[in-house]
Structure formats: structure tokens, C-alpha cells
Nanobody, 113 residues
Framework: QVQLVESGGGLVQPGGSLTLSCAAS????????MAWYRQAPGKQRELVAH???????NYADSVKGRFTISRDNTKNTVYLQMNNLKPEDTATYYC???????WGQGTQVTVSS
């Protein structure tokens, strides 16, 4: 059974930083691409970043240069380092086994002064 458990969300001031983590189980983690998505109230869920099994990365234009996705295959964990956060980054952030219908429960990120 695939499980994805996100953590690390919270309230942060504009310009601040957070690191999200997603612990995966139930599949051979190192063999799959992983991704972070986000959904703000009243908006569609959008892809933020993804990382391939060979650690190729891709980012949404809105987060390029501020967010970094990484993975640790020894810990079956994917991370999202978020720097210079803006109020428009406020959303629920979800981890996904990329291209599969496997999602975490989400973690809330709120950027506000």
C-alpha cells in the first residue's frame, strides 16, 4: 500500500523559508519520479516541482530560483526547500508519486505578516 506523508508546513512571514518533507512507503522509491503540487483556496491544484529518478528537476515559473526539490533515496523522502516566500505561495502543498494517482494528505503553508 502506497503511503505519502507530508510534514513541515506552517505560518511564515514574507521573505522567510520553510522545508517540506514527504516520507514515502509501499513502493520502490528510487525508481519513481516524485512531485510537489499546491492548491490555494478557490484555485486549481498546480504542479510546483518534480524530480526524476535520476534527479532531473523541473519547476513552475512562479517558484524558479526560490524553491528547490531534492530527494534522499536512503530515507525514501522527497523535500521542497522554499526560500523568499511570498503571500501568493500560501496553499496546501501535496506530495505525489509523479504520473500516478498517489497523493499525500497535504500540509498547509501560510505566508503572512
Amino acid at each position: 500500500q502506497v503511503q505519502l506523508v507530508e510534514s513541515g508546513g506552517g505560518l511564515v512571514q514574507p521573505g522567510g523559508s520553510l522545508t517540506l518533507s514527504c516520507a514515502a512507503s509501499g513502493f520502490i522509491f528510487s525508481s519513481y519520479a516524485m512531485a510537489w503540487y499546491r492548491q490555494a483556496p478557490g484555485k486549481q491544484r498546480e504542479l510546483v516541482a518534480h524530480i526524476g529518478s535520476a534527479e532531473y528537476t523541473n519547476y513552475a515559473d512562479s517558484v524558479k530560483g526560490r524553491f528547490t526539490i531534492s530527494r534522499d533515496n536512503t530515507k525514501n523522502t522527497v523535500y521542497l526547500q522554499m526560500n523568499n516566500l511570498k503571500p501568493e505561495d500560501t496553499a496546501t502543498y501535496y506530495c505525489r508519486r509523479y504520473s500516478w494517482n498517489d497523493w499525500g494528505q497535504g500540509t498547509q503553508v501560510t505566508v503572512s505578516s
